[in-house]
């Protein structure tokens, strides 16, 4: 079981920038796979971004590209993601996802094993 706990949501405006991080409580952090998703109130949970266990590799959404970018740090067992330019259609709860055998598509949320609680983003136009 992995504990995964999200921080740093808040209210910002247009153009302002925010840092969500999610830390993980295992010693095997570097088995996982880990994305960023977000929900809206009354839309599906969306795929924003993913990073592979060493880092060498992310994915992102089309709607973040150049704006996000998503990062881990394996030492401290904690993720992040630098949210730059933010726009106000950028304002959801923001989840962290763990993934560690799924061979699919990043953006699946079905592949992801295990979910943080979610930190609340709010862009203010």
């Known amino acids: 079981q992995v504990q995964l706990l999200e921080s740093g949501g808040g209210l910002v405006q247009a153009g302002d920038s925010l840092r969500l991080s999610c830390a993980a409580s295992t010693r095997m952090f570097t088995e996982y796979s880990m994305g960023w998703f977000r929900q809206a109130p009354g839309k599906e949970r969306d795929f924003v971004a993913a990073i592979t266990w060493n880092g060498a590799n992310t994915y992102y959404a089309d709607s973040v590209k150049g704006r996000f970018t998503i990062s881990r740090d394996n030492a401290e067992n904690t993720m992040y993601l630098q949210m730059n330019s933010l726009k106000p259609e950028d304002t959801a709860l923001y989840y962290c996802?763990?993934?560690?055998?799924?061979?699919?598509?990043?953006?699946?949320?079905?592949?992801?094993?295990?979910w943080g609680q979610g930190t609340q983003v709010t862009v203010s136009s």
């Open positions: 996802a763990a993934r560690r055998y799924y061979s699919g598509s990043y953006s699946d949320l079905n592949g992801y094993d295990f």
